[in-house]
């Protein structure tokens, strides 16, 4: 991809894609589904017949929410996955560290034991939801800062920020990031808030999850190994 190549929707891009369906990338999902659930009965059977009145109960809640998952599934594989790309990457980042932040002040004012989840007539776990903006967040940096990611030493990298109101923070951010190590250290502040504040749910095991996720994103975007120490 050129440097003059831009990483944002121009006024022709549709929001939706059109193209053959992933058969094999759905039968994988689909083999794993089928395992999770069956291991899934095979362990809640006895509890579903104790406490639910029927050994089922669990087994066919589980069949409804995967159903919605689906739909969810395909509707988002048709997205264009360009237009999380700028202000609606930031969005979900601004959003998320917010409703990370409300958890844990709610859980600290109710007592609660931990941070994890969040009332909303529902329980519903934000740290679920902040995986995916995660990613796409990373994805967007990491794009937008392939050029500085490899660069070498002391070079300019090449950026394609996009210049508006809602930027302004972006603006300067790209603006000071223009080696390596900085782009590097921004990816990394990035990770950091995310983990720092799952811990501070004391969810260990989705802050490892969150950093290895990130580790990862880093390898595969050709980011210099000698930074992974950092």
């Given at each position: 991809m050129s440097s003059k190549t831009r990483i944002y929707l121009d006024e022709n891009?549709?929001?939706?894609?059109?193209?053959?369906?992933?058969?094999?990338?759905?039968?994988?999902?689909?083999?794993?589904?089928?395992?999770?659930?069956?291991?899934?009965?095979?362990?809640?059977?006895?509890?579903?017949?104790?406490?639910?009145?029927?050994?089922?109960?669990?087994?066919?809640?589980?069949?409804?929410?995967?159903?919605?998952?689906?739909?969810?599934?395909i509707l988002i594989s048709k997205l264009d996955y360009r237009i999380l790309n700028g202000r609606l990457a930031w969005v979900a980042f601004y959003l998320t560290i917010g409703v990370l932040c409300a958890t844990i002040l709610i859980a600290k004012i109710t007592g609660a034991e931990t941070g994890r989840w969040l009332d909303i007539g529902i329980s519903v776990q934000p740290s679920e939801f902040a995986k995916l903006t995660m990613i796409i967040v990373l994805s967007y940096l990491l794009t937008a800062m392939r050029g500085g990611l490899r660069a070498p030493k002391g070079k300019i990298g090449t950026f394609n920020p996009k210049a508006d109101s809602f930027a302004i923070l972006e603006a300067r951010l790209f603006k000071w990031a223009r080696t390596p190590f900085k782009c590097c250290f921004v990816i990394a502040a990035v990770i950091c808030i995310y983990c720092g504040l799952v811990v501070l749910q004391k969810h260990l095991s989705a802050t490892i999850l969150f950093f290895f996720m990130g580790y990862f994103m880093l390898m595969l975007s050709g980011t210099k190994k000698s930074y992974f120490v950092i």
């Open positions: 891009t549709n929001f939706f894609v059109h193209g053959s369906f992933d058969v094999v990338f759905a039968s994988a999902v689909l083999l794993l589904f089928t395992f999770g659930i069956i291991m899934m009965y095979s362990a809640s059977y006895a509890y579903s017949a104790y406490y639910e009145g029927s050994p089922t109960a669990i087994f066919f809640d589980q069949l409804k929410t995967s159903a919605i998952g689906f739909a969810a599934m």
